[in-house]
């Protein structure tokens, strides 16, 4: 079962939503201790911890619901009342007792210092403590609130998503949030190699770093295709929008419906194109002004079309054997219920087991580690709100007694 190595380091994080349980999560998947931070039960009718504790489908556990589980898998968890001073004080024992090497957050920039969780005030618990915060905009705006669906409105995503003639569209999965949680990631694992790299060197300490995210930033910074394209229109009409399944700049690169489902067919270049016009079915495809990219794109309407004649008479699996055989990029459009069956996925799924008894499969790592494979892929479940608050403080010199006390004054 699961195993974690205690000479690796450990990370505080005082997180909810996805970003940033997410951004954790990538660290869990290293072995490393990530102890996650909510607030504790207000009591009454109100649910406490992290909102996402009750997202998705339900379980059978109140605060298990299944979209919390996957981010989580493999984490302890505290609550701990940081708007007190107690609480407060607290923070800097645990960061000093658990020799915590990174602190995470993603509440607003303006609540750092209300909190008592801002770098300069924990730096005196460790000196060279690695701080890093997500929010929206980051310190351009620390009292933004954003989250993914409104930040693809903001930064662009919605203007150039969905079929030219509909209504600008949400992608279908909360991209903003996870790019922002893998620069998170990208930035500690960076800032540790630099310290590392001082101590070989043997300069002195960088005192810890500071690090803001802005999921805001992050979004615009894959507009790598598009914003670039802006010194170079000459009217507003030219300005990249919606496009559809039709790549923005390779004809036909598109998505086309075959007897019984749907394949995406890639062409990247000319040698590609003239391939295609070879197969069996797809001869009327070529003509002399089509042998170029430049041409096709000006003939692209037509082209789809003939591309659809040709695949009146494929299967997808028969069409897409014969582009395999041509080395041509082509794929089924999958569900995800497709997906999970693939072996690249289903070998490499995470997987935990419910208090229930039940154990689900999760989702693959992007990595697959000699962490993971020691493991064989299986992680504690996603913790419950305050599950190790006993073994936690007490870890850290509490006495049940004090634990108690704390219980009963909502410190914890």
Same mark, same amino acid.
């Given at each position: ?285 070529? %003509?002399?002004?089509?042998? +170029?990219?430049?041409?096709? =794109?000006?003939?692209?309407?037509? @082209?789809?079309? $003939?591309?659809? #004649? ?40 995470? %997987?935990?087991?419910?208090? +229930?008894?039940?154990?689900? =499969?999760?989702?693959?790592?992007? @990595?697959?580690? $000699?962490?993971? #494979? ?39």
């Amino acid at each position: 079962m699961y195993k974690s190595n205690s000479k690796k380091p450990t990370i505080l994080s005082l997180e909810q939503a996805l970003a940033l349980p997410y951004a954790t999560q990538r660290f869990v998947q290293l072995g490393w201790r990530v102890i996650r931070i909510e607030l504790p039960s207000a009591g009454g009718e109100s649910k406490s911890g992290d909102p996402n504790r009750y997202i998705g489908e339900d379980t059978g556990i109140e605060d298990l619901h299944s979209y919390y589980i996957a981010p989580n898998i493999g984490k302890e968890a505290i609550t701990l009342n940081l708007k007190s001073k107690q609480g407060q004080a607290l923070l800097k024992t645990l960061i000093k007792e658990l020799h915590v090497d990174i602190f995470m957050c993603n509440t607003l920039p303006k609540r750092y210092k209300q909190l008592g969780i801002d770098f300069e005030t924990l730096k005196g618990a460790n000196p060279n403590l690695i701080w890093c915060g997500i929010s929206a905009f980051g310190l351009d705006n620390p009292n933004g609130a954003g989250y993914d669906p409104a930040l693809q409105a903001f930064t662009g995503f919605m203007h150039l998503t969905g079929d030219p003639e509909s209504e600008p569209m949400l992608c279908g999965l909360p991209i903003i949030d996870l790019k922002a949680g893998d620069e998170a990631y990208s930035q500690v694992l960076l800032a540790l190699w630099e310290e590392k790299s001082k101590l070989n060197n043997e300069e002195k300490p960088i005192g810890g770093k500071e690090i803001f995210i802005s999921m805001a930033q992050c979004a615009a910074s894959w507009l790598i295709t598009a914003l670039p394209q802006l010194q170079f229109v000459k009217n507003e009409a030219e300005i990249f929008t919606r496009s559809g399944n039709e790549h923005r700049s390779f004809v036909p690169s598109n998505c086309y419906p075959t007897k019984d489902g749907h394949v995406y067919l890639a062409i990247g270049n000319d040698l590609q194109w003239d391939k295609l016009t070879k197969i069996s079915g797809f001869e009327h495809l070529y %003509k002399v002004e089509r042998i +170029n990219n430049q041409s096709r =794109s000006n003939d692209k309407e037509n @082209i789809y079309a $003939d591309i659809r #004649k040709g695949l009146q008479n494929y299967t997808a699996n028969e069409f897409i054997e014969v582009c395999k055989s041509q080395n041509l990029a082509v794929a089924p459009v999958n569900t995800t219920l497709d997906v999970s069956k693939l072996d690249l996925v289903s070998k490499n799924m995470m %997987k935990t087991t419910l208090p +229930n008894g039940k154990e689900i =499969s999760l989702f693959p790592a992007p @990595i697959t580690t $000699d962490f993971l #494979k020691e493991n064989d892929f299986k992680f504690t479940c996603a913790p419950r709100l305050g599950e190790n608050n006993n073994s936690i403080y007490t870890e850290v010199g509490c006495t049940v007694s004090q634990i108690e006390e704390l219980i009963l004054n909502k410190i914890i």
